[in-house]
């Protein structure tokens, strides 16, 4: 895993929001939901080569590595 640079997006929806983690270099990561009690989902993910495609068409937008890591930590 070393020298990875994953790439980190978040879109916030009406009471939750969604954080995701993705290493460009396999198309693997994950993706955290944070929902409005503070519970926090964390699935594993594999996503296709067209993942930033989709994550723009679906309005997320880049975000902090620090702030996907303080709530990677919460779950």
Do not use: W
């Amino acid at each position: 895993m070393a020298g990875v640079l994953f790439k980190y997006f978040k879109r916030i929806f009406d009471d939750y929001q969604v954080l995701v983690q993705v290493n460009p270099d396999d198309f693997t990561g994950t993706e955290l939901i944070i929902h409005p009690d503070g519970k926090i989902e964390k699935t594993i993910m594999e996503f296709d080569d067209e993942i930033f495609d989709d994550l723009e068409v679906d309005e997320f937008k880049p975000c902090s590595p620090l702030e996907f890591q303080l709530h990677l930590s919460k779950s």
